[in-house]
């Protein structure tokens, strides 16, 4: 079973930047899908973007589509989420997931949650 580590997090002002890590173990990370799933104070969890093991395949979250980037590093067993322009609303806490079948974008799929990292946009 893959193990999850996401890093990143913090406090930024509205209009800001920042980038997550997450570093995979576990698992023949090359092999895997990956996606961020965020989890907004109140709400359930949602998707926010997926890339494909090669690296060719991205979706993204319409809520975050042209401000958000998802790329990985295979060579380190990480998968990143550049945030720019970041909102107030995208506030919450930011988990990683992976799957070796597809593009990790339904919530209800995974139960192998990491510890999250907390991403705060002040207004």
Do not use: H
Request: glycine share 12%; aromatic share 12%; net charge positive.
């Amino acid at each position: 079973q893959v193990q999850l580590v996401e890093s990143g997090g913090g406090l930024v002002q509205a209009g800001g930047s920042l980038r997550l890590s997450c570093v995979a173990s576990g698992v023949t990370f090359s092999s895997y899908n990956m996606g961020w799933f965020r989890q907004c104070p109140g709400k359930e969890r949602e998707f926010v973007a997926a890339l494909s093991w090669g690296g060719r395949r991205t979706y993204y979250a319409d809520s975050v589509k042209g401000r958000f980037t998802i790329s990985r590093d295979n060579a380190k067993n990480t998968v990143y989420l550049q945030m720019n322009n970041l909102k107030p609303e995208d506030t919450a806490v930011y988990y990683c997931a992976g799957d070796p079948d597809i593009l990790p974008t339904l919530v209800k799929r995974y139960d192998n949650w990491g510890q999250g990292t907390q991403v705060t946009v002040s207004s």
